[in-house]
């Protein structure tokens, strides 16, 4: 039945318009990158935000089916096609079209109504401990990317976890790009906001945005959220990592606990280890 699904993902051309690629083969690599980076089991609530026809999602679900998956996009023929052909298989997994505007998905998008992002906040309050989101944040703007972190954020259980890909500018990627190593070709590449923002192309700065790390991690603490783990990947050049984007895994803090509750691991007391030195000796 899956592989069913997937070969009707083949024939669609909205395959196209979420990166195009086999999308089984997109679909295993996205899943695998999930389980290895947060603990996904069986108890996990998971949002797909911005889950596009639902390749990563289908392939999740194929390494055994969490407890809830949600999947939310801006697109409607995505969503009609997610509704169609997954949720009927999965009583587990639905689907919310939402609403949200993007420069680069737009022509998608026609006048059907979109769930306000009012109500997905109040229906998914601190609602899930997993979220991932594949190409969404690759294709936003500053204006919006801390906008659209905080919506996470308020849909996270606290300590809940959030994987998302983007491009990240660091002394090596900035290196790189600046002496054309980079996979993507940037021929018109442009550095906005005093070099803090890399558009790969000026003529449409959201196929390729990158952002300087310093300012992905004040994006996403300024949304509640501290970055927990970074992987960076082959989009740099020089054979760094295995992923098309670079990876960040952010968490929701659980709330503060009082002083009595903390285990404090002790501090070696050197002046003391010297003494026990001289005695032994």
């Not at 108890?43 to 969490?66: H, K, N, T, W, Y």
């Not at 639905?94 to 998008?109: M, R």
């Not at 109500?119 to 906008?147: E, L, M, P, W």
């Amino acid at each position: 039945m899956i592989s069913a699904i997937f070969e009707k993902m083949r024939s669609t051309e909205m395959n196209d318009w979420v990166g195009g690629s086999d999308p089984e083969a997109v679909g295993d690599a996205s899943a695998d990158i999930i389980r290895r980076m947060m603990p996904v089991s069986p108890e996990s609530r998971v949002l797909d935000f911005g889950c596009g026809i639902g390749r990563g999602m289908l392939s999740l679900l194929r390494g055994g089916a969490p407890a809830k998956v949600v999947g939310m996009d801006i697109m409607p023929p995505v969503i009609s096609f997610c509704q169609e052909n997954i949720a009927p298989h999965f009583p587990e997994v639905s689907f919310d079209l939402i609403e949200g505007a993007n420069d680069h998905y737009d022509q998608f998008i026609g006048d059907q109504f979109r769930k306000p992002l009012t109500q997905i906040k109040q229906d998914y309050k601190n609602y899930f401990n997993i979220a991932y989101a594949f190409s969404v944040f690759t294709h936003i703007d500053r204006k919006d990317f801390v906008d659209l972190l905080k919506l996470v954020e308020a849909m996270l259980a606290p300590g809940g976890y959030f994987l998302f890909t983007c491009f990240t500018l660091t002394e090596f990627s900035r290196k790189m790009v600046d002496h054309r190593q980079t996979i993507f070709p940037l021929a018109d590449k442009a550095y906005v906001d005093n070099g803090e923002v890399l558009w790969g192309e000026k003529s449409d700065p959201l196929a390729f945005i990158a952002f300087d790390k310093q300012l992905l991690e004040n994006m996403a603490w300024e949304a509640g959220l501290a970055i927990m783990k970074v992987e960076y990947s082959c989009w740099m050049g020089g054979n760094i990592g295995s992923s098309l984007h670079d990876l960040i895994v952010v968490r929701k803090p659980l709330p503060m606990v009082g002083q009595e509750e903390i285990v404090f691991t002790p501090v070696l007391d050197r002046n003391n280890l010297s003494s026990q030195s001289r005695s032994i000796s």
